[in-house]
T-cell receptor, first 114, second 109 residues
Framework: DAGVIQSPRHEVTEMGQEVTLRCKPISGHNSLFWYRQTMMRGLELLIYFNNNVPIDDSGMPEDRFSAKMPNASFSTLKIQPSEPRDSAVYFC????????????FGPGTRLTVL | KNEVEQSPQNLTAQEGEFITINCSYSVGISALHWLQQHPGGGIVSLFMLSSGKKKHGRLIATINIQEKHSSLHITASHPRDSAVYICAAYRGSQGNLIFGKGTKLSVKP
């Protein structure tokens, strides 16, 4: 099993540019999570999907952030326009749907906004 | 006050020592994750538990739901155990995790 796949692994962009992060969950997993990790705030849940439907997006910082899951094997997290304070590592994780299922994390995307 | 508190924040040990990392939470949860993050940044799930104790190799995790407390123990610690250990509590049943700040462990040879 390839595990959770994220791309790109590193992204450097300038303030104001659009950034799109991509995630492919483990096949057969119906829940997908987007997390952000910073030194100041640690790991935070941004949004999660069950069966491609967003369930809780209360962690999305503001309207500049949006996430989609058009099918069971692909999700995107978009930031438009990006700001320096968005610099962080963004992790995607997936799990089987159900009660308290173990989550498997992708390698993360390190985003730097100049 | 954070909903999930870990202690200590930093821990330095000598190879071979027995290590304990604690996690207390204030949210009403029924399960908890222990995660390991290596210096390279990748996050690995160590345990998910909702009661009692689980053991995997030299790692042992316990949880007391009534006391809202969990511990992660490492027996015969080794330098390769050096990492950040993060506990995360489930808010609700569908996977909304709340994370502790992590415990940075350094095991010296």
């Amino acid at each position: 099993d390839a595990g959770v796949i994220q791309s790109p692994r590193h992204e450097v962009t300038e303030m104001g540019q659009e950034v799109t992060l991509r995630c492919k969950p483990i096949s057969g997993h119906n829940s997908l999570f987007w997390y952000r990790q910073t030194m100041m705030r640690g790991l935070e849940l941004l949004i999660y999907f069950n069966n491609n439907v967003p369930i809780d997006d209360s962690g999305m910082p503001e309207d500049r952030f949006s996430a989609k899951m058009p099918n069971a094997s692909f999700s995107t997290l978009k930031i438009q326009p990006s700001e320096p304070r968005d610099s962080a590592v963004y992790f995607c994780a997936s799990s089987k749907t159900g009660t308290y299922n173990e989550q498997f994390f992708g390698p993360g995307t390190r985003l730097t906004v100049l | 006050k954070n909903e999930v508190e870990q202690s200590p924040q930093n821990l330095t040990a000598q190879e071979g020592e027995f290590i304990t990392i604690n996690c207390s939470y204030s949210v009403g949860i029924s399960a908890l994750h222990w995660l390991q993050q290596h210096p390279g940044g990748g996050i690995v799930s160590l345990f998910m538990l909702s009661s009692g104790k689980k053991k995997h190799g030299r790692l042992i995790a316990t949880i007391n739901i009534q006391e809202k407390h969990s511990s992660l123990h490492i027996t015969a610690s080794h330098p390769r155990d050096s990492a950040v250990y993060i506990c995360a509590a489930y808010r609700g049943s569908q996977g909304n995790l709340i994370f502790g700040k992590g415990t940075k462990l350094s095991v010296k040879p």
